[in-house]
């Protein structure tokens, strides 16, 4: 790819390559979808939208950024763009990965593995199929954290489809306070009413409160809903 079309110009499942050139703010998702799959309305959240920055200071020039549930690199693109000095990448589905290692930068780290809140074999969906599960190895985000020797994390996404309810408990306080913004993807349980589904986040927002995020944004969406949550 050529340099001026770093941010416009991506590799997806199979080694499928799309380019993004034509690509407007008034597109809809769903032409989107149709036309390229999944992966464009990730890349268009994030390299168009900007969704990472939308609310709060977002990524900034010189921050260490942790993507928990890279995919492909859409995110992690969004967060080199923007000038990140270390962009640490997680992925656990294989095929994700392989897309996600011919998309990486120079200053990409990447592991193939699963974030869980203990260590061991989960189960995890082979992305986009929901129902096509496959045994991988996961850590902690603690055993992570000292395996890459961080002592601070500028900006921490999190898109584990589902996982981020347990895994935000298992993260001790030493980790916690290395982290300084953060951004959920939060997975929402439509077998619930529209009052539990309040409840439920306000616990989740409660855990970040605790955890010295006293900044925050929420926005409600059927499906997934986006926690930006920050300290001063």
Known sequence: MASQNRYKQFYTLGGKFIDSSEWTPEMSLDYLHHHYGWEAVMAYGNLIHDDLSAYGPGVQSG????????????????????????IYCIE???????????????????????????????????????????????????????????????????????????????????TWNKIRKMFIEYHEDNTLTESQKHVERLKFMSVLLEKGFTEHCLLVRHYQSFFYAWKM
């Open 63 to 86: 921050d260490v950024y942790v993507d928990l549930g890279s995919n492909i690199g859409m995110s992690a693109l969004s967060a080199e763009r923007r000038n990140a000095s270390k």
């Open 92 to 174: 656990p589905d294989y095929d994700c990965y392989e897309a996600l290692a011919r998309n990486r930068g120079s200053n990409w780290i990447l592991d193939n593995v699963a974030i869980a809140d203990k260590p061991g074999t989960i189960q995890v969906a082979k992305w986009p199929n929901s129902n096509d599960l496959r045994p991988v190895t996961a850590i902690t985000f603690d055993q992570y954290v000292n395996q890459h020797c961080l002592d601070r994390i500028d900006y921490l996404k999190i898109d584990i489809e589902g996982h981020e309810k347990t895994v935000i408990h298992s993260i001790s306080d030493n």
